[in-house]
């Protein structure tokens, strides 16, 4: 714990809102109630979660050290601050950032706080947030109380609550909006914040904007609401409003969001949102928390009965003036532009030969002319504390002191002047934050993943960096259709790097080679994030980690090669189709014995033997390849089959195709562990039995989710399905699919780790 | 903000800077701090390795401990080996600042005959900087600085033999930044043998106090 946390609570005694000083007050009370053992483990954990601070890595006190599990032993002792996590294992720190707005004074504070209380980087997120990581809870009050006085609240970052309602970037300057949704997202973000209709929810619930109905900035069609500016003229008014969309989600099974209503007007934003706020808190899952989004929600309701339950929600509820003052109040929040006239330093264009390039890239014409918005790229999200000090300076001297982070893990720079363009891209490179990548490929997003996350299969973060790397040394040499597609990495299934909406997406899988785990990333091509996140990819085939650049330079190679003239990506890999994009990549998918060659078994940025379960990795059994190893490669290509019949519209079969190769690849688990069960239903059952209620099967992170897709499909194989319906399964397959891999992985290395232990 | 007192002030750092090093020096040390991990081989409870080297200045590559972070370190553009202690430590300004020094430099040695690194890398024993990882404790202001380096200059005129070597001190950064100061050393005899006679005669010792 900081020497100095005492201190700061009586330095900013007189400088925190009184209600946000009573919060941090009282979340700083749990925290000794919690010490002093009287505080239940779940509660504190859900308490700590809505202010913002998350559990990271290895935080159950256990880590792989690649020779052995290690239990790392923290002076506190038994002390936990949530189920299996102890209390001095470092944590991350969320902290909040409404549409992603900021000030030069807010970006210095977080410095403060990165090089204080974390590891000396600022982490900006998919969701416009920032993240500290290795962070103390006992210096998380101090924190908050640092960022309260900057007017900055961590509240509900974490936990089942609204998450940081996020917005477009550009809202206000963009040429393409129909109008600055800054105001209703900011209304929205503090109308919900605390709000006691929002505290009793299942799961999280993701708020966005987007002022125009065709950019990828807002992405809100992947959201619980997703909410796109519209215009209607009525009796000869403009008036304001929104398309509201409901029940999008990305995660394992992505969902599109369904229209809740073509016309929403700007007065009922908020009580609508309440009313939908209480539905979910109503009728949404509470038990299984893998069923508990909104998403499913609006599934099971149906989105008819869904708007039938808010509207009658909406009628009931009391007026509440906060629904319409903020309109009154609504040019507070609007920015001045700077004069025109008046540039911070007359420069000449620098001599610079990145500066043509960067000013391509990374400068976009604001709908203000003579001003321009400047996108500022964050190698994988990441930002020093000297970097944010030089951008506050940067904020102060060429904006009206604001500053937004983006969806992308970047910054964007609002309202400088054309004219000042010279000077600043030389403050840029000064502080290392001019790279002339904004928008292209080699501006990768990136979740955690392994580095951080307790989650994450894979390092995200580590491929990320190396595709930078590669790609950007020969951006410039790239033809144009390659340079501006979009690469999203996750390191799990869990979607925090957004692949689904990503032309070219990669998430973390395992696979097992004769007893050793193998990282490898899952490809999904086709996504798209334009039209606010229109369509997902879907899962082509596993991919070794250290494969995958490889791989990913084939498909550029193939497009570049194979595209027809006016063709994008999406369009490309909908013509190719899977079958022939995954035959064109097959071959990379083997991987040679751990004694050829042990550096495939060890994933990027890592010098670790790889492992998903902090437990040995059991010893080769010699070079056999399993039955079952064969049986889930069959089961992988009769899913391709299924995508393929899918794509040509033949669903029905697709869906049986789907249903049965899930049955196959849990015989062949069922019959690993030396469990016969010929006819199906006795493999339903026996995987019931066997495999679920012995939670075998189980992910350590969402228990039983994969095994109900098996089961459920099975049990509504018969019923009718529509298209979405059948594309889910089709994914829903690829996780199960996965899962077994994971499970064989996991009994595998405890089988062996058994063995071990019987040798004298 | 409180009056800086040297005897309240913890969470020192340590940073020596690197003299020569290979490019690739940042990749090497993942490797070699795994490695460190599993041997436990710092006095520190070691937790795990974070990798920034994508990042053009500031922490390069960190051994993140719980009471201590090692790391390869870019920022302000000083390549370098730093400790920078995390929990507190009993004991005076002199023990805390002793204490960090003496960890950085054995960090340091070790890294340097490390096989990664094929005697590729060294450091500059006469080149310091020590940073103080507390603005309310330790501001960068004209006070604070001339209250440190009177105390710094106090310890190292008692704990070096006399002329063994001289020192100059200087205050970096600007008030916003961390206090951090610059020790520069002469020392006839080596900076090494010098670091290491002032961090024996000090001999701290570590009691985690929290």
Redo the contacts between chains.
């Keep these: 714990m900081k020497a100095s946390n005492p201190l700061w609570t009586q330095q900013l005694a007189n400088q925190l809102p009184t209600g946000l000083a009573e919060e941090i007050q009282q979340f700083e009370d749990q925290i000794t109630l919690k010490k002093q053992g009287r505080l239940d483990d779940k509660v504190f954990m859900e308490a700590r979660l809505r202010r913002g601070c998350y559990g990271q890595r290895y935080d159950n006190g256990q880590r792989h050290d690649g020779v052995r599990v290690r239990t790392l032993r923290y002076p506190c002792g038994d002390l936990t601050k949530g189920p299996n996590t102890v209390w001095d294992a470092p944590g991350m720190q969320r902290i909040k950032i409404p549409y992603g707005g900021l000030n030069a004074r807010q970006l210095e504070v977080i410095a403060e706080l990165a090089e204080e209380y974390a590891d000396g980087v600022a982490h900006v997120t998919t969701r416009q947030d920032f993240q500290l990581h290795f962070v103390h809870l006992d210096d998380t009050p101090t924190i908050m109380r640092r960022l309260a006085a900057v007017g900055i609240t961590t509240r509900e970052a974490c936990g089942n609550t609204v998450r940081n309602v996020t917005a477009c970037s550009m809202a206000g300057i963009c040429p393409d909006e129909v109008f600055d949704v800054t105001p209703y997202a900011r209304a929205c973000a503090y109308y919900l914040l605390g709000h006691p209709d929002c505290q009793a929810f299942g799961r999280k619930f993701k708020i966005a904007f987007s002022g125009c109905p065709d950019k990828p900035c807002g992405l809100a069609r992947i959201h619980d609401i997703g909410l796109i500016a519209r215009e209607r003229c009525s009796n000869g008014h403009v008036q304001r409003g929104f398309e509201v969309l409901v029940g999008g989600g990305l995660g394992p099974v992505p969902y599109q969001a369904k229209l809740f209503t073509e016309f929403l007007p700007v007065e009922e934003l908020l009580p609508t949102v309440q009313a939908i706020a209480r539905i979910f808190a109503q009728h949404g899952e509470k038990r299984n928390r893998n069923r508990a989004r909104m998403k499913f929600l609006v599934e099971k309701l149906g989105i008819d009965e869904f708007k039938r339950l808010v509207q009658q929600e909406r009628a009931r509820l009391p007026e509440d003036p906060a629904w319409a003052s903020y309109l009154e109040e609504h040019g507070r929040y609007q920015e001045s532009p700077p004069p025109l006239g008046d540039a911070c330093v007359s420069t000449s264009p620098p001599e610079d030969p990145r500066y043509q390039t960067w000013l391509e890239r990374n400068v976009q014409r604001q709908r203000q002319a003579g001003f321009v918005a400047v996108t500022v790229p964050l190698p994988l999200g990441d930002i020093t504390a000297e970097q944010l000090r030089q951008l506050a300076d940067i904020v102060r001297r060429y904006t009206p002191d604001t500053i937004r982070t983006t969806i992308e893990q970047n910054f964007l720079l609002r309202w400088v002047r054309e004219s000042d363009l010279p000077a600043l891209y030389q403050d840029l490179v000064r502080a290392h934050l001019a790279e002339p990548l904004a928008g292209s490929i080699a501006d990768i997003t990136a979740c955690p993943g392994t580095d951080t996350c307790k989650l994450g299969i894979a390092s995200s973060r580590g491929l990320a960096r190396e595709l930078r790397r590669r790609l950007a040394a020969r951006l410039d040499s790239l033809d144009p259709s390659l340079a501006t597609l979009r690469i999203k990495t996750s390191g799990c299934f869990n979607s925090c790097g957004q692949h689904h909406v990503a032309d070219i997406g990669f998430y973390g899988v395992s696979r097992n080679r004769s007893g050793y785990a193998v990282p490898h990333f899952q490809l999904l091509l086709g996504g798209n994030s334009r039209r606010n996140g229109c369509s997902y990819g879907l899962p082509i085939v596993a991919i070794p980690s250290k494969r995958v650049p490889e791989a990913l330079e084939r498909i550029l190679a193939c497009f570049q090669a194979e595209r027809q003239p006016g063709e994008d990506f999406h369009a490309f890999v909908q013509r190719k189709g899977k079958e022939s994009l995954k035959a064109l990549i097959e071959d990379l998918t083997q991987v040679p014995p751990h004694d050829a060659d042990p550096s495939w078994y060890v994933d990027w940025s890592d010098a670790r033997e790889f492992s998903t379960e902090d437990i040995g990795v059991g010893e080769c059994a010699g070079e056999v390849v399993t039955p079952l190893e064969f049986e889930l490669a069959s089961c992988e290509r009769e899913l391709l089959g299924a995508q393929t019949l899918f794509e040509k519209g033949v669903t029905e079969e697709a869906r049986q195709s789907a249903c049965r190769l899930m049955l196959r690849a849990a015989r062949a688990l069922l019959e690993w562990l030396g469990v016969t069960a010929r006819e199906e239903e006795e493999v339903v059952a026996r995987f019931k039995s066997e495999l679920c209620d012995t939670q075998l099967f189980f992910d350590p992170f969402v228990g039983g989710t994969f095994a109900n897709y098996f089961l459920t499909a099975w049990e509504q194989r018969s019923q009718p399905a529509d298209e979405d319906a059948v594309r889910r399964l089709l994914n829903e397959a690829q996780l199960f699919l996965d899962a077994c891999h994971a499970c064989y992985v996991r009994l595998a290395s405890a089988r062996s780790a058994r063995r071990q232990e019987a040798i004298p | 903000?409180?009056t800086c007192v040297p005897d309240?002030?913890?969470?020192i750092g340590a940073k020596v800077l690197a003299a020569t090093f290979p490019p690739d020096w940042l990749a090497l040390a993942?490797?070699v701090f795994?490695?460190w991990?599993?041997q436990e081989a710092c006095e520190e409870?070691l937790?795990?390795?974070?990798?920034?080297?994508?990042?053009?200045?500031?922490?390069g590559v960190?051994l993140?401990a719980?009471e201590a972070?090692y790391g390869l370190d870019r920022?302000?553009g000083r390549p370098g080996l730093v400790y920078q202690r995390?929990?507190?430590l009993e004991g005076s300004f002199e023990t805390r600042l002793l204490y960090s020094v003496r960890q950085a430099f054995r960090a340091a040695r070790r890294l340097m005959a490390e096989p990664e690194y094929q005697g590729k890398l060294s450091f500059d024993f006469a080149a310091w900087e020590i940073v103080f990882?507390?603005?309310?404790?330790a501001p960068n202001t004209e006070q604070a600085w001339s209250i440190i380096s009177q105390e710094l200059d106090r310890i190292l005129k008692s704990r070096l033999p006399l002329d063994s070597a001289t020192w100059r001190l200087e205050r970096l950064g600007e008030p916003?930044?961390?206090l951090r100061v610059a020790v520069h050393l002469e020392c006839p005899a080596g900076a090494e043998q010098i670091v290491e006679d002032l961090i024996a005669s000090s001999a701290p010792r570590a009691h985690?106090a929290?």
């Design positions: 903000m409180t309240r002030i913890q969470h993942i490797p795994h490695r991990i599993q409870l937790i795990d390795v974070a990798d920034y080297a994508h990042l053009p200045v500031g922490p960190i993140v719980h972070n920022t302000h995390k929990t507190v990882n507390d603005r309310l404790l916003r930044d961390l985690a929290d």
